[in-house]
């Protein structure tokens, strides 16, 4: 990781976005509903929360109850989606992260995101932030973070080298699937750095973008 102490340039073709956590704070939400699910299965509420930030939450239920049949992961999902989807009391958006997106309007970007498509639009609404054109959500990948294919889809689908973009995350499945598949990873929140990103900013309001040539410019303070 790399200390910003004054403007840090980075040439790049395409970015990639996370969402929770970085475009926009969830946590409110996801520490009510994961909470809930915890005290129902009599789990801790945060060894559950550590290991579910940027993952699918099928996957975290059949970490955390390895003996039960994937079907009723796969249903307590399902049920925990629509709670999400219909509870968004408490989601705001990451301080610059709509002024970011209004940059990177004729930039090519994507949304990389484990939640699904109606999830997504449903937090970037409550936050009152652009969704991008391309969007890359749990509805397009069998793989979730860590694994680089989400983050590898939205650089195909863009016409980008993967190793030509800047991802923005800020969990460490997030930062360790940018880092997988090639790209200039830049961590979005002070606990971010403990994941090894490229690059950490407290919030996007440090992040400026250069059209001619492409840049995204980090700004300390």
Sequence with gaps: MVTIRSRV????????????????DSAAVVE????RW???????VDTVLKISHGRQGHEVMAELLPDRPMAENLADNADLLAAEISETDGIVAIAGAADLLA?????????VTSATLPLALAR????????????????DTTESKPSPRGFLHAAALLGVDPTQCVVFEDSGAGIAAGRAAGATVIGVGA???THGPDYVVDDLTSVTVDHEPLQVCLIDG
């Design 103 to 111: 940059a990177l309007a004729d930039v090519p970007h994507a949304l």
């Design 9 to 24: 340039r980075i040439p790049v073709r395409a970015v990639l976005l996370d969402m929770d956590g970085t475009l926009v």
């Design 191 to 193: 606990a971010s750095a």
């Design 38 to 44: 915890a005290a129902a299965h009599g789990l801790p």
């Design 124 to 139: 970037m609404s409550a936050a009152r932030l652009a969704v991008p054109e391309v969007s890359v959500t749990a509805d």
């Design 32 to 35: 009510r509903l994961m909470g």
